[in-house]
């Protein structure tokens, strides 16, 4: 069974910073990797997709990469602003569609 | 495009009644999901259809729920009875082959 960590729970940094969030998965059959930002009580948006045959996608400020051998994915936001304050949930997808979810990481930026 | 649509936003009942939970997904995506979202298990995956054919409903946690999709424009996931663990945010979500998923805002579930 798929399970996927993301570490830390939550995080904090001061305005203009560069940061990473961790995610890591078990079982490296993936179809894709998605990335996910939820504020609160709002759905989730939808950030950044990798397919399973690639390294990195990027959108903006955002960038995330796949190691699927090793089960990692990090993404990295740049400049960080206090809008970017939301809490980012990866989750992987199987050959069936089946995605499963980390239990994200909550994100403060300090103005 | 107006997004993935849930209805009701809240519902409040009491055990033992039954609930129904909408959602018009976004036109032409093939596959749509239910998520259950809870403080102490995260996102849980209830069921998937893909072309309105259920395909797992492993996730289901028991015979008091179900969930149909008569069209591909409507799909309903209903509990009955309700008890007060069901009470939780339910998303609804779809998409395209390839494609991210696309969440509705949730139906937040409170059973007292």
């Known amino acids: 069974k798929q399970e996927v960590t993301q570490i830390p729970a939550a995080l904090s940094v001061p305005e203009g910073e560069n940061l990473v969030l961790n995610c890591s998965f078990t079982?490296?059959?993936?179809?894709?990797l998605q990335w996910f930002r939820q504020d609160p009580g709002k759905g989730l948006t939808s950030l950044l997709l990798?397919?399973?045959?690639?390294r990195e996608q990027t959108s903006g400020r955002l960038n995330a990469s796949l190691d699927k051998s090793s089960g990692r994915s990090t993404l990295y936001i740049a400049a960080s602003q206090p809008g970017d304050s939301a809490t980012y949930l990866c989750a992987v997808q199987d050959g069936n569609e089946k995605l499963t979810f980390g239990t994200g990481t909550r994100l403060t930026i300090i103005p | 495009d107006a997004g993935v649509i849930q209805s009701p936003r809240h519902e409040v009942t009491e055990m033992g009644q039954e609930v129904t939970l909408r959602c018009k997904p976004i036109s032409g995506h093939n596959s749509l999901f239910w998520y259950r979202q809870t403080m102490m298990r995260g996102l849980e995956l209830l069921i998937y259809f893909n072309n309105n054919v259920p395909i797992d409903d492993s996730g289901m946690p028991e015979d008091r729920f179900s969930a149909k999709m008569p069209n591909a424009s409507f799909s309903t996931l209903k509990i009955q009875p309700s008890e007060p663990r069901d009470s939780a945010v339910y998303f609804c979500a779809s998409s395209w082959t390839d494609s991210p998923l696309h969440f509705g805002n949730g139906t937040r579930l409170t059973v007292t």
């Open positions: 079982d490296s059959a993936i179809y894709n």
């Open positions: 990798i397919q399973s045959s690639q």
